[in-house]
């Protein structure tokens, strides 16, 4: 971890107590208990030192009479304008529990929230670390209160953990949230979970000195852990199966953890070689990672005893990414991704968190005062992502409803400039032909042909929308017949 301790962190922390001088937190502390606590759960998220010094300060501008010049004065540019984020989102926080229903003044609001997310996106990772604090206070509040956040958090908070692959972050704001929001059914679940947990004890720890002996005969290097289902994940999926508990086979897995993706792919033979597989449940998230980026092998089997327990096998840093997410990518391209964001570019962020990119793309607009539909905004940050490979297996990810004049033109704009066809998983097929997920697409190109105004019914993504409008509108090529010459494109 990094240290917690530089003559700026110091200073933001005097800066910070000293603009609190005097008030308290529900629970009675002072209040620089709070920033502090804001800043510990930065640091265990290994987030780099403008957003730590931010996170100390992020609520002054809101309750003290600390400005925003104040803050660039002493601290710079950056942790100002990081500051300043999380105090506009704070602003929207009232309004994003209804981000359903669209009502004029959630829309306003949730402009201001993306328009602080698309400018950079610590100032999300900063309001998460406030939200996860104050849900681990929440006692403190009042009933009704501890409703509303609770919900909001179910709603909102833990999808975009997820979203950004935060695991441990997920499931720590969804038990606690769903404590509050219906505490029957959490303590209902937390007691069942219990009492499986306890009963499959003994077997389990067989299991695990079983597949460790097989391991280490092979040589392989590994740990080997239980991980135990959250509450919250547990009551969703009993929802999915109609509250049968027959159908829920991951209450209790094991976790292996191994040097490399080779290794990975061992070890799940040794486990079939021991156990019987389940029909239809290896899940292969190495080679198609789920839509967060998310990498693992699944796998449930059967035992000796008839005892079905799920494993999970992955790296080291795919472990890693499936904890921390984001921040873990943060962590280990820190420089790199600091030093583009400040040039305004973030085409260093892993491709399955291009999203982030269109979500900037969006922001720049609303700040250029261009009229933005809300409801494919949200379409953005929430709805399913697809993968799709080219034919040499590039993967590249999409939204749901994605055409191949989208995949194309997220290739280049000139292999999308110059479609005249496409084949899906090696058949002639149309651009008005819904991408699945993993279809392999093949675009066709010809050098004579040229973009279409009538394509533009056939994309979806805003990247795609942009690249065709400007190569049809400052165009001034001819339309020309097309000579039907078709080229491969990988
Ligand atoms: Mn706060």
Known sequence: MKPSTSPRINHAIEVAKKAHEGQF?????PYIVHPLAVKKILEEWGMDEDTIIAGILHDTIEDTSLTLEDIKKEFGESVAFLVDGVTKLSTARNGMRDIDT?????????????????DDIRVLIIKLADRLHNLRTLSALPPDKQKKIA??????????????????????????????VDPKRFNELKKLIEKYNKSAEKSLAKIEEEVSKALKKEKIKFTISGRVKSVYSLHKKLAKHNQNMGEIYDLTALRIIVEDVTDCYLVLGIIHSLYTPMN????????????????????????????????????????EYAERGLAA???????????????????????????????????????????VDLRKLKLNLFADKIFVYTPKGDIIDLPKGALPLDFAYRLHSEIGDHVVGVK????MSNLNKKLEHGDIVEILTSKNQ????????????????????????????PETPTKKKHHKHA
Do not use: C
């Open 151 to 180: 919900k909001e958090t179910l709603e909102v908070f833990a999808p975009l953990a997820d979203r950004l692959n935060m695991g441990l972050l997920r499931v720590e704001m969804a038990d606690l949230s769903f404590k509050y």
């Open 25 to 29: 937190r529900k629970t009675g502390e």
């Open 329 to 371: 990518s943060f962590y280990y391209n820190e420089q790199k991704l600091t030093e583009n964001y400040k040039k305004g570019k973030i085409e260093h962020l892993p491709t399955n968190l291009l999203w982030i990119t269109e979500l900037q793309m969006t922001a720049a607009r609303l700040r250029e005062g261009k009229k």
């Open 424 to 427: 899906i998983n090696g058949k």
């Open 450 to 477: 040229t973009p279409k105004p009538s394509w533009l019914d056939r994309i979806i993504t805003p990247h795609a929308r942009t690249k065709l409008l400007h190569a049809l509108h400052p165009s001034t090529r």
């Open 102 to 118: 669209y009502l004029p003044a959630t829309k306003d609001n949730f402009l201001r929230l993306m328009i602080a997310l698309g």
């Open 280 to 319: 239809g449940r290896i899940k292969d998230y190495i080679a198609m990672p789920k839509q967060n980026g998310y990498q693992s092998l699944h796998t449930t089997v059967i035992t000796k005893d008839k005892r079905i327990v799920e494993f999970q096998i992955r790296t080291k840093e795919m472990h």
